[in-house]
């Protein structure tokens, strides 16, 4: 397993936000964390990456306990964080977004700015435009070419379908089917069951901070009532 997650407890202040949550990431596999807004899918994966480390808990990746090394440290081992605000940096022009990533993590491997403009082409057409002047999902392609850059075995993806037209969803399920072939795994966390479905080989939801079901993403598309008691808006 590239990421094993065993019983970590998360807090903000007093809130007990995760509560005892385990999941885990295979070699090449695309996870999903679902479930409805505010039930913890987001804390998660700020607990993996170390921006809202877990107290308690064993997180291991590539079998190396990594829980409470600064997420810097975690990017250079081969992580990469897309949250779902993207977070480009909103002054530096498509190509300057890029190059930086791979100046500081210094990764070698498959992705590079040619590679990850063959897979979004819109950002080489967009490549000195700068980020603030890109629509809701350019910045999107962005923020995930330029976790690329870093040439991760693992991504967190961050409500990747938030907000999306359904073309440009099309589009997005299409370019993480070609990541995956590249043996770069995938933990997603979003509630649109049915774009999860076309993407993922299994699922865990999400409630009230602890895991209540998982298993293989079709299985949990089939089981209507778990769809209706955790995944209904």
């Known amino acids: 397993m ?21 999941f885990e990431v295979g070699t090449g596999e695309v996870v999903a964390l679902l479930g409805r807004n505010g039930v913890g899918k987001t804390t998660a994966l700020r607990s993996v990456m170390g921006i809202s ?39 530096l022009t498509c190509e300057e977004n890029l190059e930086i990533v791979r100046r500081v993590c210094r990764r070698k491997g498959y992705w590079n700015r040619e590679r990850v403009e063959k897979l979004f082409p819109v950002l080489k057409d967009r490549r000195q435009q700068k980020g603030f002047s890109l629509s809701g999902g350019e910045r999107k392609m962005l923020s995930l070419g330029r976790a690329l850059m870093s040439n991760p075995v693992l991504i967190l993806l961050d409500e990747p379908s938030e907000g999306l037209a359904p073309l440009v969803m099309r589009t997005l399920v299409a370019t993480i089917q070609e990541i995956r072939r590249h043996n770069v795994a995938i933990l997603l966390a979003d509630q649109n069951l049915k774009f999860c479905r076309q993407l993922c080989d299994r699922g865990y939801i ?16 089939t089981d209507e009532a778990v769809v209706k008691r955790y995944l209904a808006i």
């Not at 590239?2 to 385990?22: A, F, P």
């Not at 190396?64 to 440290?73: D, F, K, L, S, T």
């Not at 897309?82 to 480009?88: A, K, L």
């Not at 999400?206 to 598309?221: D, F, L």
């Open 2 to 22: 590239i990421l094993q997650v065993n019983e970590i407890n998360t807090y903000y202040g007093m809130s007990h936000i995760l509560q005892n949550v385990s």
């Open 53 to 91: 480390p877990a107290r308690s808990g064993v997180i291991r990746f590539q079998g190396e306990n990594v829980r409470g090394i600064p997420p810097y440290a975690l990017a250079q081992r081969g992580v990469s964080y897309v949250p779902d605000d993207m977070r480009i940096f909103p002054d």
């Open 206 to 221: 999400i409630e009230k901070g602890r895991i209540v079901h998982q298993g293989g993403m079709e299985a949990i598309w």
